[in-house]
């Protein structure tokens, strides 16, 4: 037994019957040298059944003013176990923290409540040092080295038929909003991850906190199917750990990325597993193995996350409106709102996956729903369409927080096309059909983009209510060339018509491309060759 740990510390039980007081004490006993005080004040610790809590509220009121009375462990004696009682060595030392937050007071199975005094005990000194040195002191988790001691301890008795992972759970954007937002927010962050980690987590596996925005548990696996218990585990976590967190005004949605490494396949050392995991890890928003990675897509994320943030933050994303035009008399018909970011030339595209990514996908659909909105109660004659992903269509408030907008604003849902893209997938989609449904009953439209790109099947036109469909640049560049692209864009365009619904033809650039709209039967088009977009003066001034 460790020297630091035996020392003498005043133990009053309150409320606990005799057997589990020496239950408590067998265990305790292996790491302080314990007392018994008769007075609640002459002890350093009071671990009580926290049925006695009336009672010992009534002993605190009756002090003196000038009498301290030590911290309290409020446990359950129904639910005490072995495994519970000797967490308490460790818990009686990190009482003595200046600041406990409340996932700290959930830390135990059988702890339900903890009341901290400001006194601190200079015989448990020696003991909260030694924990600063092997915890990080928010999650309460080993640090990266205590974490990595612990990990070879139990690999220098393995072989290779044992099978185990190192999962490291990366929350990507958490140094990000410290910087702009502070510790309070990164910490809060922090007690949310570390508790759901802890109930996920077995209690024969190690857990730590790598380094900041890093996370690991280390797991033994079955020897059948390894691979796919690993994975199970890691989307099991990542699904609870994905949660909205509101911080001063704003949504932050927890998105962490999880990287595993295997033992023995991709290392036998632990740092080396750690590190092969981390590197896993750098996928945003992602569960990757080690053994699937390429650093590409990695450096390239890397470097734009901080600047999305930031934009977002200083508002210099903004929209600008793409006219589309009958084809019939050339006149407006409605406009495409598309993201911007001012000074940068970057895909709309990856502005939203990575908002989504930093956690702030609800503040930027907020704000495009937010200036669409006040534009169209200005130009109430014309249609205005708003691209959107099928993921972001999950949110059962995306239906509350439209027809908020709309009432607000005066404007008929009719008159709002939320764009789906034919590149959303199969599972998304039907992911989203209640809410489809829900936001069609209430009088919003839908239309198909960018048909016809090659990303995904017909199907897509009877699993969305649509009323437009937007046929992409290529097949409309294309119709000449290929006689089976002809027979099978006339085809869907003819069956559109049929159904009553109406095509767009995008990405007109040419006169050559008008004229294949044209003999298309296309009712609108849209591109440059008839209007560049427009920022929200400009579009008022020309059309208002």
Known sequence: MDKWRKIKVKIKFDGLADDKIKKIEDIISN????????????????IADYKSISEISESYEKKKDNEEFPPIVLISTDKVNQDDIMKLGDLIGDIIKDVLSFSDIEKLPLVIKREISQRKSIRLKDFHIRRLQTHDTVSDFPTR??????????????????????FVIRINSLDILNSFFGEDLSNKIVDFIAEEIRKASHHEDIIGRASFKNFAIFKKLNDENYKEEALNFARALINNLTKHINYQGLTFKVSPSIGISFFPSDSYISDRLLSFAERAAEYL????????????????????????????????????????????????????????????????????????????????????????????????????????????????????????????????????????TEKSTYSD????????????????????????????????????????LKIDKNPIKN??????????????????????????????????????????????????????????????????
């Open 285 to 420: 928003g992602k569960i990757t193995e080690f053994s699937e990675i390429s650093s590409k897509e990695i450096i390239e994320e890397g470097e734009i996350l901080s600047e999305i943030l930031n934009a977002l933050l200083k508002k210099e994303l903004f929209l600008v409106y793409q006219p589309i035009f009958k084809i019939e008399d050339m006149k407006p018909e409605g406009f495409e709102a598309l993201l911007r970011w001012k000074g940068k030339r970057v895909n709309p595209e990856k502005v939203i996956t990575l908002a989504e990514k930093t956690g702030l996908i609800d503040e930027v659909l907020d704000y495009i729903f937010e200036r669409v909105f006040e534009v169209e109660a200005k130009l109430k004659k014309y249609n205005f369409a708003i691209n959107i992903s099928p993921r972001h269509l999950i949110i059962p408030e995306i239906t509350e927080l439209m027809e908020e907008k709309a009432n607000r604003f005066g404007i008929e849902p009719e008159k709002i096309y939320l764009e789906i």
């Open 31 to 46: 790491f302080f040298y314990m007392e018994k005080p008769y007075e609640y004040s002459n002890a350093d610790i009071v």
């Open 429 to 468: 989609i039907i992911r989203a059909k209640n809410i489809i449904k829900k936001l069609k009953e209430k009088g919003f439209n839908f239309s198909i983009d960018d048909f016809g790109s090659g990303q995904s099947s017909i199907s897509i036109l009877s699993e969305i209510p649509f009323e437009i």
């Open 479 to 544: 119709f000449t060339e290929n006689e089976l692209s002809i027979l099978l864009t006339k085809s869907v365009i003819d069956t559109v018509h049929t159904k009553g619904k109406k095509v767009v033809a995008e990405g007109v650039e040419k006169k050559e491309d008008l004229e294949k709209a044209k003999s298309l039967s296309c009712d609108m088009v849209q591109g440059f060759l008839l209007a560049k977009p427009l920022n929200q003066e400009e579009i008022l001034g020309r059309f208002g």
């Open 145 to 166: 080295l205590t974490f990595l001691y612990e990990v070879e301890n139990i690999l220098k008795d393995a072989d290779e038929k044992n099978r185990f992972a190192m």
